[in-house]
């Protein structure tokens, strides 16, 4: 399983409509969209599913300049959502350099939300798109792109939390399920944190709100100083984790920590809120930023220290975060159909 900072093909997005959890909001979201897209594109690639593509294109020709539309390209299909991490191919490097497209099943992060018509997106993309060339299918196997992470040298990393959540692979146990992993991702080893949750998030806890693995066998993860914030001891235990945690080679990690953003509230809870929901494209980072000066310069200085030759831009992701993600779910990053070319 390549890292996310390998050379990549494309960024897939699916579009917010009006039949989705956005509508309330959805002018706002729409118009966050088109900052990503602005972003995105001028490094690479973008594909969108959504359910009117006419009418998107004009849209998206009113608001960016022809040489970010020029890198747009669109199949029509209306998703239940828009986590495209989640439902969307997990690429892996077979063993002469070729990609491959794993499709996964989604089923709404164990049940909790409507994934039919997610779970088949994987399909129609192989059928409408040229995005891909080789896929596999493990249709019988729940996994979610945000729940692993991988350094491209052997090392992927997860949470038993979510792996091991109720309603998604019963009665497999943790060997198991690492035995399948390593199979099919190509990994020499899983490393499956205990610790580690946020407040109001719908995935069990996906290991890319909490920690991420980047270059130079650094970790960059989410960490909690106030004492009084519910917080606390659950990251304090996964940064303990994390301290303990050794490479391939023996050696310990750098770890560079992310601050946990202020408390937000939206209709009366609090937002699994954090600055691990990055992407990493060619030659930039999108970080989501929330309205919090000092914690957003401070969250976009760490990732310029992780990623020191690419641009890290701040996104603002206040209207995103409204239904419990952020920039990293949103996203699936494709990679060429050979590796590194």
Known sequence: MPAEWEPQ????????HQNSDWRPYLNDIQATYVDLIRAITAYEAVHIVAPDTTWLHDYLAS????????????SAYTTDDTWARDFAHVT?????????????RFNGWGGKFAAERDNKVTLH?????????????HG????????????????????????LAPHRNQPLTQRQITARLKRWLGAKRVVWL?????????TDGHIDTLARLAPDDTIIYIACDDSKDAHYAELKAMEKELRKLRTLDGKPYRLLPLPLPDAIEYDGERLPATYANYLVI?????CPTYGQPEKDAQALATLQQAFPEREVIGIDSTVIIRQHGSIHCLTMQYYPPKANG
């Open 9 to 16: 093909q494309a960024v897939l997005l699916a579009w917010p």
């Open 194 to 202: 205990q610790h580690g949750q946020l407040i109001g998030d719908d």
């Open 92 to 104: 892996v490097v077979d063993g002469n350099s070729s990609t491959k497209a794993l499709a996964f």
């Open 140 to 163: 019988d196997f729940v996994l979610e792109g945000g729940s692993i992470e991988s350094d491209g040298k052997g090392t992927v990393m997860t949470t038993s939390q979510c792996l």
């Open 125 to 137: 993309l192989e059928q409408d798109t040229d995005l891909l060339r080789f896929c596999e299918d």
């Open 282 to 286: 060619n030659g930039a980072v999108l």
């Open 63 to 74: 608001r960016l300049p022809k040489k970010h539309l020029q890198r747009v390209s669109m």
